[in-house]
């Protein structure tokens, strides 16, 4: 022991370091793995983004933590635009490296510790937990038609949520905030998929004034630009709501160094000024999902919610490493739905994160499993 006084914070392992075996197996398919464990996006940079990272490479100096004026005028301006939010001002806007790092250091950068309580979705994002424990705070898995538990000092809502695909409605989050405000929680809604529904389906905002109810107090809204702008490998995202909570992030933030790039800033404004790139961005993973959706009901899986987002919540009606595994050998890799939580059990998450020829070979996959069970398919 070189240095017996460290003690790095305890952390449960790193879920995809769990998926060797299954990740060896699937690589050794004669026509390649179809990897749809992870939801890394795969299409170009749209121009528009990669010409304002280009214009702005001369970038010598220091950006500022709280991002350029133009950058928070772009993101208020898209939030109202893409998503019918009232009540945000520019002031209350700001830039983070991706929306992970928020995710993991927003309990710690509130100042919540030992005895704390930050409620998290049953089926949630690892990160949510992983960040009340690097606080110190205690996690709690909540359903939607559970109670706070007594302690509650942040709650996590996630709508369009990863893994389910699943969408909250006006009602219910209306009702989240307001049991949130009376035991004075901050809620931070994770909408990092909200531009991406599937036909039919209508996610909201907690900016929308149907569920603050023309009140900031106590929200955050923690938007990402890597789904619906591709701009995953540039880590871009922001934090957005009640002014007083943004300015109090941004003290620590600036402290700590936690600054967007200012070549990614510039991307960030063209990015969040053009919405032609995010539709196509959604037809893209429509097209996907109308693919591969009905392929692994005809394969024998159970698709449920999978109403917006990038993934579809599948079960077998048996133990999710069972699927990862019979799927594995198809060469199609998928995440087992344990990584969100125990509620995940008997689920798998598949991503829709892969070109269209690798959608289309997890599909064929999928028919020739289905042709075995009914040959005349
Ligand atoms: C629910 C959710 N929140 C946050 C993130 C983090 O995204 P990023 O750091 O790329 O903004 C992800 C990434 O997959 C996610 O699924």
């Excluded at 993101?75 to 830039?95: I, K, W």
């Amino acid at each position: 022991m070189t240095a017996p006084g460290i003690r790095f914070p305890s952390l449960p392992d790193f879920p995809w370091d769990s998926l060797a075996a299954e990740t060896a197996t699937a690589r050794s398919h004669p026509d390649g793995v179809v990897d749809l464990s992870v939801g890394t996006p795969v299409d170009p940079v749209p121009a528009v983004v990669a010409e304002a990272l280009r214009a702005a490479w001369n970038s010598p100096g220091y950006p500022q933590t709280w991002g350029t004026p133009r950058l928070r005028a772009a993101a208020v301006e898209a939030l109202e635009r893409r998503y019918g939010a009232e009540g945000v001002v520019a002031d209350a806007v700001l830039p983070t490296i991706g929306s992970k790092e928020l995710v993991a250091w927003l309990p710690t950068q509130l100042g919540l510790g030992a005895g704390d309580v930050v409620a998290i979705p049953d089926l949630a994002y690892p990160t949510y937990e992983v960040g009340a424990l690097l606080a110190g705070a205690s996690p709690a898995r909540v359903a939607d038609d559970e109670p706070l538990p007594e302690g509650t000092r942040l709650v996590w809502l996630n709508s369009p949520s990863n893994p389910t695909g699943r969408v909250l409605g006006v009602e219910a989050l209306a009702t989240r905030v307001a049991e949130a405000r009376r035991v004075g929680a901050v809620v931070a809604s994770d909408e990092c998929y909200l531009g991406l529904p599937a036909p039919g389906a209508d996610p909201v905002s907690v900016l929308d004034p149907r569920v603050h109810g023309g009140s900031m107090d106590s929200l955050l809204a923690v938007h990402s630009l890597s789904k619906t702008s591709q701009l995953a490998g540039y880590r871009a995202g922001f934090v957005v709501g009640d002014p007083e909570l943004v300015a109090g992030l941004l003290a620590v933030r600036k402290h700590a160094g936690m600054i967007v790039p200012r070549p990614v800033q510039e991307a960030m404004t063209a990015a969040l000024s053009d919405d032609a790139h995010v539709a196509e961005t959604r037809q893209r993973y429509d097209a996907r999902r109308a693919v591969l959706r009905p392929a692994l009901e005809r394969a024998g899986l159970r698709i449920e919610h999978s109403e917006a987002g990038l993934y579809l919540w599948a079960t077998a009606d048996r133990p999710c490493r069972e699927t990862v595994g019979w799927l594995a050998e198809r060469g199609i890799l998928v995440a087992p739905g344990e990584f969100y939580g125990p509620a995940g059990a008997r689920h798998v998450r598949v991503a829709l994160t892969a070109s269209d020829e690798r959608i289309s070979a997890a599909a064929d996959r999928c028919d020739s499993v289905a042709r075995e069970h009914f040959p005349g398919l």
